[in-house]
């Protein structure tokens, strides 16, 4: 069970609102990038966010660039989970390869600063605030196995290749 | 053709490469046949790679590191990432593209990008090579590193999306016009996860520079893939990079099933831009005429070819930028630039007071060599105008084809290029 916060973004949240090209002198130095995690959309949100928080976006979250750091950055700000009305290919993509989920459900029913309670086997999501009960479209399964092995490289280390 | 065999080009594709036939919604396992990062993803792709105790590429002469984003670097930071990476490439034999060597999608369509390929790359802008008939899509560095290691990756193949061309271009209109309209009328999710195949009676005018400025952008529609069929410009243009030999032809089947199709008469199309800070976000040139432009950018990996540098060059030919108005011009590569030289391009456009920086990404991602001021306005002949992205999320940048742009910057306000041509 995942436990903690809404943070609420809006609609179209790119790879670039996440971690910004200008700060690509940073990319060998995680942690201090890790600062700057969603700078451009809301520059207070590294300092206000918790260990197993949600960040919960509108439509098409991710887009832009393949940059991986963007799940990365989010990941390591703690991050337990991003909840999204609908996601962008490569944002999905890489951060089921860093084990970070991302849940695809009516984000229009939870505000900022909600407690949410997310049961991923249940597929539910629990408002802790409103007390309003959201499902979320399950991940698929090949993606799944690699989420439950906690990311792409943790999976190809123990398998040695894709199993279908 | 039988319906249930008939193939769309990317299950075609994908059914090659995977050694059984594929429809939409199944899981593949590919065979990859060139696989690439650049300097801002390639560090963290090694890294992946070292930890999970891999030693070996797969295919040394099919993976290539590009130095282009921080091209020449411009802190010690990047530099550092950069001598990594030739590290990499001195262990494994991998080819290395160094700095000043060209933007990776350029130099993958003029030298490594066949028909019939899957190309994966760490960079969103992989498509581009769908302009010459290859699945190529981006990934992140983790997707990378094992395309490195097994020479092998996993796709859903995806529905696809007919876009159907017919008509030709009016005076002062092209491909960059035609893809920002798509991507207005579809939306910047309008294709998610889906292949956007190009088909119809105006694929055979459409150059394979056009192609590819299209493909290029088929992932600010969300999609996977841009695609176009391989057909006798295909084959010219593989020629005039010295290798006709790995001309296939490639198209889809007679039948194949659409999800879903939309029309474009290109006679209709009218110079296009994107405004700040969506790519879907788009009107005419008209309806922007007069806003004034503090910088115009002609180049990247969408519009940095040499037809590119020719249309800018013929716009700026005996005139002036305004005063008012930076002009950078980055080639795309080491040819373009070479080329754009002998052809007196560049010449023109040093006259007409434009700045030509090093064959590279340039100021497109925010990085160096043309980042923006507050409030300032910039008109960009990239791909992507997403705030913060030309290093200031108190910008505003514009997106447009380089007719729109030169014309920008002769008058210092957006201007339609039938204005001036
Ligand atoms: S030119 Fe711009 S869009 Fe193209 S690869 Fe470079 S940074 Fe990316």
């Known amino acids: ?164 | 053709m039988d319906d249930i065999l008939a193939k769309t080009l990317a299950e075609k594709i994908l059914t090659n490469k995977s050694g059984g036939s594929r429809k939409t919604g199944e899981i593949a396992i590919a065979s990859v046949d060139l696989a690439f990062v650049q300097d801002t993803t390639g560090p963290l792709t090694i890294r992946e790679f070292k930890q999970a105790g891999f030693k070996q590429l797969a295919n040394p002469a099919k993976t290539v590191l590009f130095l282009d984003h921080a091209a020449p670097s411009p802190n010690w930071q990047l530099s550092n990432d950069h001598i990594f990476m030739r590290q990499f490439a001195g262990e494994t034999g991998c080819i290395l593209s160094d700095v000043g060597e060209g933007v990776c999608h350029q130099v993958v369509a003029e030298k490594l990008a066949r028909p019939g390929d899957i190309i994966v790359g760490a960079d969103s802008h992989t498509v581009t090579a769908g302009g010459l008939g290859a699945f190529a899509t981006g990934m992140g560095s983790s997707d990378i590193a094992v395309a490195f290691a097994l020479g092998k990756t996993w796709f859903r193949v995806p529905e696809s999306i007919m876009v159907q061309l017919s008509g030709c271009f009016q005076k002062g209109v092209y491909a960059k016009d035609l893809i920002l309209h798509l991507i207005g009328k579809i939306g910047a999710d309008g294709a998610t996860y889906k292949a956007l195949e190009f088909g119809g009676e105006g694929i055979p005018q459409l150059p394979v520079t056009d192609r590819l400025t299209i493909a290029n952008m088929a992932i600010e529609a969300g999609a996977k893939v841009g695609l176009f069929p391989s057909d006798e410009l295909t084959r010219l243009y593989l020629e005039e990079c010295g290798r006709e030999a790995d001309y296939t032809p490639l198209s889809a089947d007679e039948g194949a099933n659409y999800q879903s199709s939309v029309n474009i008469d290109l006679n209709t199309l009218e110079p296009t831009l994107s405004r700040p800070h969506a790519v879907d976000n788009t009107a005419t040139a008209r309806e922007l005429d007069g806003l004034e432009v503090d910088q115009v950018v002609i180049g990247t990996c969408t519009n940095g070819r040499l037809e590119d540098m020719q249309i800018a060059a013929g716009i700026l030919q005996g005139r002036k930028r305004h005063k008012r108005t930076r002009l950078i011009v980055a080639p795309a590569s080491p040819f373009v630039f070479q080329q754009a030289v002998k052809m007196g391009y560049i010449d023109t456009l040093i006259s007409s007071g434009a700045m030509i920086i090093p064959p590279g990404c340039g100021p497109c991602l925010g990085l160096h060599q043309g980042a923006l001021g507050d409030d300032e306005v910039c008109l960009s002949t990239a791909n992507r105008n997403f705030k913060g992205r030309m290093g200031n999320p108190r910008a505003f940048i514009y997106l447009a084809s380089p007719a729109t742009a030169a014309a920008t910057a002769v008058t210092g306000k957006i201007t339609d290029p039938r204005e001036v041509l």
Request: some cysteine; overall charge neutral; proline content about 5%.
């Open chain 1, 1 to 164: 069970m995942l436990k903690g916060k809404a943070f609420k973004f809006g609609d179209n949240i790119s790879t670039d609102h996440i971690v910004p090209g200008r700060l690509a002198h940073l990319r060998s130095n995680l942690p201090e990038l890790a600062r700057h995690v969603l700078e451009d959309a809301d520059p207070e949100f590294a300092s206000k966010v918790e260990p197993g928080d949600f960040v919960v976006g509108g439509s098409n979250f991710g887009l832009g660039s393949s940059r991986e750091h963007a799940p990365l950055v989010i990941k390591m700000a703690g991050v337990s989970a991003v909840l999204v009305k609908s996601v962008a290919r490569i944002f999905f993509r890489n951060a089921i390869n860093r084990g970070l989920p991302v849940l695809i459900c009516d984000t229009d029913r939870i505000n900022d600063g909600d407690r949410l309670e997310v049961d991923m086997v249940e597929g539910r999501i629990n408002n802790l605030t409103s007390g309003i009960n959201i499902d979320f479209k399950p991940i698929p399964a090949f993606m799944l196995n690699i989420l439950n092995e906690g990311g792409l490289m943790n999976y190809i280390t123990r398998h040695g290749d894709f199993k279908v």
